[in-house]
């Protein structure tokens, strides 16, 4: 079995400010990871994913993370938010069998101006 | 794009209504799921489903149930709605073959049960 946490439920921030949301992983087995994001009252849509190769990931809107192996992590951080990056952040973990996900609890990031 | 339709973005039931929720998606994915998502909870898995006529109970399925009759349709089913069931509902497909592209999510149901 599998498990996400996500260390903070709320981040507030700064515009323009560099922001780091924390996600820790459980997996008895080689894990693919996730980050998807859901503006208000949206869907949630996928922001970048690993699955192999360099453990640095780039997505969309500026964001990228970094897959941690040894410390099971796979924070996702941005050096520079906009208000318009205000929105619920989560998590997700697949498995081998790779198509079912396990998301984490959810990060609230506040953008302030 | 594939487009997953959820076809109320917002509900209100009675206590006890039988309650249908739907979600249609129009790029033929095997791989369909409901979850709720509540604040600090997360996203849940109810049901999920890999093809017409199946289903799999997920974390949370008590007090629902799911129907899956064509391929690009997933009902989910609220047998006697009670208020501890007000939440946003997801709905989400996926493509088994190419799993590693991820979800692709409906644009949620807030159901509220007075």
């Known amino acids: 079995a599998q498990s996400v946490t996500q260390l903070d439920s709320q981040v507030p921030v700064f515009e323009e400010a560099p922001v780091e949301l924390r996600c820790n992983y459980s997996s008895s087995v080689s894990v693919y990871l996730f980050w998807y994001v859901q503006y208000p009252n949206q869907g949630l849509q996928l922001l970048l994913k690993?699955?192999?190769?360099?453990?640095l990931v780039k997505g969309i809107n500026g964001f990228e993370a970094e897959f941690n192996k040894s410390q099971t992590s796979f924070h996702l951080r941005k050096p520079s938010v906009h208000i318009s990056d205000t929105a619920e952040y989560f998590c997700a973990v697949a498995g081998n069998a790779g198509n079912m996900l396990t998301f984490g609890g959810g990060t609230r990031l506040m953008v302030k101006p | 794009d594939v487009k997953v339709t959820q076809s109320s973005r917002y509900l209100v039931k009675r206590t006890g209504e039988k309650v249908f929720l739907e979600c249609v998606q129009d790029m033929d994915h095997e791989n369909m799921f409901w979850y709720r998502q509540d604040p600090g909870l997360g996203l849940r898995l109810i049901y999920f489903?890999?093809?017409?006529?199946?289903?799999e109970k997920g974390d949370i399925p008590e007090g629902y149930s799911v129907s899956r009759e064509k391929k690009e349709r997933f009902s989910l089913i609220l047998e006697s709605a009670s208020t501890n069931q007000t939440s946003m509902y997801l709905c989400?497909?996926?493509?088994?073959?190419?799993?590693?592209?991820?979800?692709?999510f409906g644009s949620g149901t807030r159901l509220t049960v007075v």
């Open positions: 489903s890999y093809d017409v006529k199946m289903k």
């Open positions: 989400a497909s996926s493509l088994d073959r190419e799993w590693w592209v991820g979800y692709t």
């Open positions: 690993y699955l192999s190769g360099s453990t």
